[in-house]
């Protein structure tokens, strides 16, 4: 069939909005129309060609929300009709990882995920007659897009579209670093660096929770109040503290008969290499977790003395929250359903997929905390 789409033609190109051919679901596979869809950092990261992994021609995207609207073979768990959200980490239940318990990171297709291919080595997307790749196994880019079974969470279907796109990333990794990979207890302290379309789910995710004290870090003044909306207690300026970031923080954060300073849980939202060494620093010493969300560049890396993990602090990093997809991510819809967590005052933008270069331009500029195109 045909359907719409932004095509990445190359690297460092604006996106190209055309009809392409769309293949049915093979053995294992849905077809799904997307409603919506929300423009992450990573769909940048690959578009500018600073990605390694980044394949082109591709059709871009992972934060969609739509519809079923074919099954393939063997299909048991997705049915026409069912409302999904893609997952760029699917869940097997059955591979290694998944029995473990201990990760969300399923391996059952990871191998051809990267290769921008379906599991069994083909795309479903061209364009006259050329192969087209598929990104982070969704490429909600595209008005109808196929996946695997086990890469859909079916969710409630009383839920907005151009809202719960935003849980198929942004959302699921801010709170669930909280809930599911920092397990945060109620009445701690946590410093959340970088306020974006992450870190402020981080925020709310705390606020959910019950944390006492969240400090919000970012050298963008117009994020406290943002911060403030969705549950930040304090805020802090690094360029305006007048000295070392890390000692302002862990002053700030003495409690105790010792005033031994540093929080419980610190949140890299930035992907700058030299935050999550100041995020790692000021976790409290003896029991303080560092968490990193933030993707940082190609060949970036981490420092720190050995003498800061020495001295009890853990460094973790997650991705996607630690969220099992297809467990959680209906959970998470429900909470937003519920009024438990917000997502509409973040969606600062709405696009037609036509003016989806436009999205990409308002996040380069640091203008929007989400813009989400609606088919
Ligand atoms: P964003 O650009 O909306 O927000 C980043 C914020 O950091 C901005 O407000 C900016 O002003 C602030 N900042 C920049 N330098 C700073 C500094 N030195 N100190 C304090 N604040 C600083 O980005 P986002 O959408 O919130 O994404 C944040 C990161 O999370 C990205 O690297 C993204 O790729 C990553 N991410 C990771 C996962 C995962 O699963 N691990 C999932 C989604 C996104
Ligand atoms: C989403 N991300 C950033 C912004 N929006 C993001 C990027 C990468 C990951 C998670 C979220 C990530 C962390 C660890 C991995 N990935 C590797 C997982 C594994 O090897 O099992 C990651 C993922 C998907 C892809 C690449 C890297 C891909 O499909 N190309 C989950
Ligand atoms: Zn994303």
Redesign the pocket.
């Given at each position: 069939m045909k359907t719409k789409a932004a095509v990445a033609i190359a690297a460092g190109k604006p996106l190209e909005v055309m009809e392409v051919d769309l293949d049915g679901p093979r053995d294992g596979e849905v077809m799904v129309e997307i409603k919506a869809t929300g423009i992450?950092?990573?769909d940048e990261?690959t578009l500018s060609g600073a990605d390694p992994e980044g394949i082109f021609p591709a059709i871009l995207g992972h934060e969609g929300a739509g519809i079923v609207v074919d099954v393939g073979p063997g299909v048991t768990s997705r049915k026409k009709g069912d409302h999904v959200i893609p997952l760029y980490t699917p869940e097997c239940r059955q591979c290694p990882s998944c029995l473990s318990r201990k990760t969300n990171l399923c391996t059952a297709i990871r191998a051809t995920q990267g290769q921008g291919l379906m599991p069994d080595g083909t795309s479903r997307f061209s364009v006259n007659g050329e192969k087209l790749f598929h990104y982070m196994g969704c490429s909600t880019f595209s008005n109808f897009t196929v996946l695997p079974e086990i890469a859909v969470a079916k969710v409630n279907p009383d839920a907005p579209f151009d809202k719960i796109c935003y849980i198929g990333?942004?959302v699921t990794?801010?709170v669930g670093?909280v809930i599911n990979t920092a397990k945060v207890e109620p009445g701690a302290t946590a410093i959340v660096?970088?306020?974006?379309?992450?870190?402020?789910n981080v925020i709310q995710g705390l606020r959910l929770i019950g944390a006492d004290m969240i400090i919000g870090?970012?050298?963008?003044n117009d994020?406290k109040a943002w911060g403030e909306r969705f549950g930040m207690t304090h805020f802090v300026n690094?360029n305006e503290v007048g000295g070392d970031?890390v000692q302002y923080l862990v002053n700030m954060t003495k409690r105790g008969a010792d005033q031994i300073g540093g929080a419980d849980y610190t949140f890299d939202?930035?992907?700058?290499v030299?935050?999550m060494r100041?995020a790692f620093e000021s976790a409290h010493r003896g029991w303080g977790q560092s968490i990193?969300?933030?993707?940082?560049g190609a060949g970036q890396e981490i420092a720190t003395r050995p003498f800061q993990l020495v001295t009890g602090r853990v460094w973790k990093?997650?991705?996607?929250?630690g969220a099992r997809g297809r467990t959680d991510v209906p959970k998470i819809v429900d909470w937003y359903m519920a009024g438990k967590i917000e997502i509409d005052p973040m969606i600062t933008h709405k696009l037609e997929l036509e003016e989806i270069n436009k999205g990409f331009d308002l996040?380069r500029e640091?203008k929007?905390?989400?813009s989400v195109v609606v088919y």
């Open positions: 992450c950092h990573t990261f990333c942004g990794t801010g670093a660096f970088g306020l974006g379309g992450i870190g402020l870090v970012d050298v963008n994020k690094p970031i939202c930035t992907g700058s030299k935050v100041q990193i969300i933030g993707v940082a990093g997650t991705a996607f929250g996040m640091g929007s905390i989400r």
